[in-house]
């Protein structure tokens, strides 16, 4: 009953210093996102992927980049994090954009001093 | 540009009833979500809109006017574990989610 892991749940990071978000689904979905969530704002898009070996950039990709090589996971990267980045990080899979559900991963909480 | 608007917060009674709307202007329109989230934990799915009309689950109920760009959740009965956010989500002409900010609903005795 795992559905979407997220790796790891919280995180303090310097100015500068690079990091990897991992999130893992066992649902067999296609679809894989990741979005931030900020206070007082709707969740908003960074990357997602529509299968293995893809990935398109969402509403807020500046600084971040991913990898889908495996189809269970899904990486988000910050490569010199700043503390505009600071944020809860959720990660997301569904089996189509239609109809069904996004089901979400219990987010990654990073702060960037 | 594309926009949806929620209430930011709202109050109600245990045991009562209450509705918190959502407008929407999107480019294109396949289907409207709306998620509950507690503080601090993940959105859980609560029910999907595409056609016109209500959709009915348990305590809680969606209506969608696709004509108005609007959508209302109903929620019935009210219990204290009732007390989240809701979010308001509309799927784009290119299939993208576009999100609410979120109403905090907050559950008195």
């Known amino acids: 009953n795992a559905g979407v892991t997220q790796t790891p749940k919280f995180r303090v990071l310097k100015t500068g210093q690079s990091m990897t978000l991992l999130c893992a689904q066992d649902?067999?979905?296609?679809?894989m996102y990741w979005y931030r969530q900020d206070p007082g704002m709707g969740l908003r898009l960074i990357h997602y992927?529509?299968?293995?070996?893809?990935?398109a950039k969402g509403e807020v990709p500046d600084g971040y980049n991913v990898s889908r090589l495996k189809k269970q996971n899904f990486l988000l990267g910050l490569e010199s994090a700043a503390p505009s980045q600071t944020s809860v990080y959720f990660c997301?899979?569904?089996?189509?954009?239609?109809?069904?559900?996004?089901?979400f991963g219990d987010g990654t909480r990073l702060s960037i001093l | 540009g594309q926009n949806i608007d929620q209430p930011t917060e709202m109050t109600a009674t245990e045991g009562a009833i209450v509705q918190i709307n959502c407008t929407y202007q999107?480019?294109?329109?396949?289907?409207l979500f709306w998620y509950q989230q507690h503080a601090g934990e993940a959105p859980t799915f609560l029910s999907y809109?595409?056609l016109d009309g209500l959709e009915e689950k348990g305590r809680f109920s969606s209506f969608l006017s696709r004509s108005k760009g609007y959508s209302y959740l109903l929620l019935k009965e009210l219990q204290m574990k009732d007390s989240a956010s809701y979010l308001c989500a509309v799927t784009d002409s290119n299939y993208q989610l576009i999100w609410g900010a979120g109403t905090k609903l907050i559950i008195k005795p």
């Open positions: 809109n595409v």
């Open positions: 992927s529509v299968g293995e070996g893809t990935t």
């Open positions: 997301a899979s569904s089996q189509d954009q239609g109809p069904q559900p996004q089901h």
């Open positions: 999107t480019s294109g329109f396949n289907g």
């Open positions: 649902m067999n979905h296609e679809y």
